[in-house]
């Protein structure tokens, strides 16, 4: 069930520090098998090392300005190695693959519409690149006994390879707000705000 860009998560052991703690998305889904959050995001840039031209061939790409876009469609997202985690109470921050919608907004810009029904939000590429703005994905706010919120943050950084293919890492961190974060933070071993990385490949479809 495609969740791509988001990595809203709901932590629903918070506290509970357990190895079977499971990662959900906000529809109360098991994380395993959905596709991320964010997040991952693609972008219209041109491929690192090139100027100017598509990666594929060197043809202008789709914006009339040269440089290769994320062509506008449906994308499938897939998380590869390497993921960092620094939240250690989320056992696997991840939503594993899924399928997005790119459209094209403008001169370097495009939006990502996630296939998880919520907002879409835009990114912007040049010189071979690409980034999303920090949002707001999600919050932990049901913590038994707890007077903390857990507010999820995710932005998105990556490379367009070409008008099919991007590559890149969704950049999360959770900030703890409320009076007893402290607590919190010592039940957990973690100090807040804590930070994962996702890497990721986009494809259009």
Do not use: H, K
Request: glycine fraction near 14%; proline fraction near 5%.
């Amino acid at each position: 069930m495609p969740r791509f860009p988001r990595l809203a998560l709901r932590l629903s052991c918070l506290l509970a520090i357990a190895p079977a703690c499971v990662v959900t998305d906000a529809d109360g889904d098991d994380d395993d098998g959905a596709d991320s959050s964010a997040s991952a995001d693609d972008t219209n840039a041109q491929p690192q090392g090139e100027s100017g031209a598509t990666q594929a061939g060197g043809a202008a790409d789709g914006n009339g300005g040269g440089e290769a876009l994320p062509r506008a469609g449906t994308w499938r997202y897939e998380e590869t190695a390497g993921a960092t985690n620094d939240c250690s109470f989320i056992a696997q921050p991840s939503n594993g693959f899924g399928m997005f919608e790119i459209t094209t907004t403008g001169a370097g810009t495009f939006e990502i519409t996630p296939g998880d029904t919520t907002a879409p939000f835009v990114c912007s590429a040049g010189g071979g690149s690409f980034a999303c703005d920090e949002r707001l994905t999600g919050t932990i706010d049901e913590v038994p006994g707890y007077d903390v919120v857990g507010n999820i943050l995710v932005s998105v950084e990556g490379t367009v390879m070409s008008s099919t293919s991007i590559v890149g890492q969704q950049l999360g961190r959770i900030d703890c707000v409320g009076s007893d974060c402290a607590a919190a933070s010592a039940a957990l071993g973690v100090a807040f705000p804590c930070e994962f990385a996702v890497p990721f490949t986009g494809t259009a479809s």
